[in-house]
């Protein structure tokens, strides 16, 4: 068998060990950048987070990334504690400290704080919230296309937990990549309520088919910003588009599969299920929209 990958498998830097960790309103070394067994975000999962990706000395889609991160802090009535300057500051001082110029990627994270009992309602965290950065020199190194395993855990209902938000409780996700790793995968491909095909644990998906590119309806997806760079590019590039509900039918019998994300921009996807995709390498709508994708990352930093 093949050796595992991963969407989010990086080159080593040895660089990584001496980086400092914007928390709470200060870089600190790495091995300082702790926080409390009490923290609500280690107890319970209460917190939201974002990805970042530097490239060539700017955050790519800085102010969508920061939409998505204070429209989550709202619907789960958490106040961050800096307002979007603050943010965008705290973003530029880590980066700064780290002399990060490029193919650097942080991982923003705020929870409801420390609690003063090790208990759910959220009156008990008083001190205000906890703000991390992690900024990591971070080259994606994916050696071949992803191998996809359906599993049973399903992107759920909004009325459970909402799949849009960003949130710190990752458990299903996790429980997803758990099982496609026992079926010999390299992630799971996750199906909606209803039994359509939707994403994956860490990813949103896409197949191509006849020269059309398929995803999600979005109803029960994250609401991806790297995925919606992709749905604009193809709409201002003359490729058909279509948010749809499809079966995993339609999928095993896709010319393409790809992921994205804002690490791996676009990933190609060679397997689902055992059924080779295509010819099991990267399609020429992927790469298509790779191209498209990185000058469109190069236009937004200019």
């Given at each position: 068998m093949t050796e595992h990958v991963t969407t989010h498998q990086a080159e080593e830097d040895a660089r990584n060990e001496q980086i400092l960790i914007w928390l709470n309103g200060r870089p600190v070394p790495k091995a300082e950048a702790v926080v409390s067994v009490y923290?609500?975000?280690?107890?319970?999962?209460d917190g939201v987070w974002e990805g970042l990706r530097l490239y060539d000395g700017c955050w790519a889609f800085l102010d969508d990334h920061l939409d998505r991160l204070f429209e989550a802090a709202k619907a789960i009535d958490l106040d961050i504690g800096l307002d979007r300057?603050?943010?965008?500051?705290?973003?530029?001082?880590?980066?700064?400290?780290?002399?990060?110029?490029?193919?650097?990627?942080a991982r923003l994270m705020v929870t409801r704080g420390p609690k003063v009992r090790p208990f759910q309602h959220p009156s008990l965290s008083q001190t205000g919230p906890t703000v991390a950065i992690i900024?990591?020199?971070s080259k994606p190194s994916i050696p071949r296309?992803?191998?996809?395993?359906?599993?049973?855990?399903?992107?759920?209902?909004?009325?459970?937990?909402?799949?849009?938000?960003?949130?710190?409780s990752k458990l299903n996700c996790i429980l997803a990549c758990i099982a496609a790793e026992k079926a010999g995968a390299d992630e799971g491909l996750m199906l909606d309520v209803n039994g359509f095909v939707n994403t994956t644990n860490a990813c949103n998906f896409f197949i191509v088919r006849k020269g059309e590119v398929w995803t999600s309806t979005g109803d029960y997806c994250m609401n991806g910003i790297t995925r919606q760079k992709v749905i604009d590019l193809c709409r201002d590039n003359g490729i058909p588009v279509f948010e749809r509900n499809y079966s995993l039918v339609d999928t095993y019998g896709a010319d393409e599969a790809f992921l994205t994300?804002?690490?791996?921009a676009q990933t190609p996807v060679g397997e689902i299920d055992g059924r080779t995709i295509g010819t099991g390498q990267m399609g020429p709508m992927t790469?298509?929209?790779?191209?498209?994708?990185?000058?469109?990352?190069?236009?937004?930093?200019?």
């Open positions: 923290d609500s975000g280690f107890m319970l999962g300057e603050g943010v965008k500051n705290a973003l530029s001082e880590t980066q700064k400290t780290n002399g990060m110029t490029t193919d650097a990627h900024m990591e020199h296309p992803i191998r996809l395993a359906t599993v049973p855990h399903i992107r759920g209902l909004p009325m459970t937990q909402d799949p849009k938000l960003n949130s710190h994300g804002t690490f791996g790469e298509r929209l790779r191209g498209l994708y990185k000058d469109l990352v190069a236009r937004e930093c200019a």
